[in-house]
């Protein structure tokens, strides 16, 4: 199987590496700044000339960069999502992370089969791993204490927040987690953390090290953030928009981290071989292989 991989950041060189490893062919595009990858891979001169020939064409995880451009940080131009679109065979899907509104819309007036597959759940709890030790390794990074021993708040209770409270407990960190159903909150307390209702956070917050917020939407208002110790840390793991005041923290002060892509930047290897996986499960469960 034919793959083009246009735009990204090092987990789509280690993408490629492991569909390589599966015997498909990868054609890439977009990586002219990324020294590590000039002389071990195929490359394309144009994007139109890699979705041309591809029976799949992968884009990035986040596949826009705040532009709404395809995200392509080691790409010396910008790349047109259009252009890419109107390159594409007819049948062949096209695959990226974090699909915004206007991105479908375009796949659709170009007749794109356009599949998003940051939404699958095997993708989901596999980041979390990378993203739960990425925010663990910029607290060590940034806390002058050690976390064990230390009380630290994660708001929110998915697939990230499960997977980061179980790590920092195993830490010895005193870990309170905060969730709105009343399911979670009792795991929660059976795994041996505290639990608090994320809508009743005010008042019950003076105390703790660190923050880690998984929750996309805002909880951590000018309020809440003064209610923090000055030395607080607070590390904000959801997708844009986030759930953090970040102008409120900086005005507090309060140190205030928005730690986005987590996967891609501490452990892209692991990242690329799950989006792999992903991958080719979405083309053999939807019958996309060729």
Request: hydrophobic residues 45%.
């Amino acid at each position: 199987m034919n793959f083009a991989i246009i735009g990204g950041d090092m987990r789509q060189l280690y993408v490629c590496a492991a569909l390589e490893k599966r015997g498909c062919t990868v054609t890439l595009f977009g990586f002219e700044q990324c020294e590590n990858a000039k002389s071990r891979y195929r490359f394309a001169a144009a994007p139109e000339e890699a979705a041309a020939g591809a029976d799949c064409v992968l884009l990035p995880f986040p596949a826009e960069n705040e532009r709404k451009n395809i995200n392509a940080p080691f790409c010396c131009t910008e790349i047109y999502m259009p252009d890419v679109f109107s390159a594409v065979k007819a049948g062949t899907p096209v695959l990226g992370g974090k699909l915004s509104e206007g991105m479908m819309e375009c796949a659709a007036r170009h007749k794109i089969q356009l599949f998003d597959y940051a939404a699958r759940e095997e993708l989901i709890i596999k980041n979390a791993i990378p993203s739960a030790e990425g925010a663990i390794q910029i607290a060590m990074e940034e806390l002058p204490i050690t976390l064990n021993g230390s009380n630290c708040l994660v708001t929110g209770y998915g697939r990230i927040g499960k997977v980061l409270s179980a790590m920092l407990s195993a830490l010895g960190a005193r870990v309170t987690v905060s969730a709105r159903k009343a399911a979670d909150m009792e795991w929660i307390r059976f795994h041996g953390c505290q639990a608090v209702e994320t809508g009743a956070l005010s008042g019950q917050i003076g105390d703790f090290d660190a923050v880690f917020n998984t929750v996309p939407s805002l909880i951590f208002t000018q309020e809440l953030i003064e209610q923090l110790p000055e030395a607080c840390l607070i590390i904000d793991l959801a997708s844009m928009p986030g759930g953090v005041d970040f102008s409120a923290a900086r005005r507090a002060p309060r140190k205030a981290i928005h730690a986005l892509s987590l996967p891609g930047k501490v452990a892209p290897a692991t990242a690329g071989e799950a989006v792999a996986e992903t991958v080719l499960n979405l083309l053999k469960e939807t019958g996309l292989e060729p």
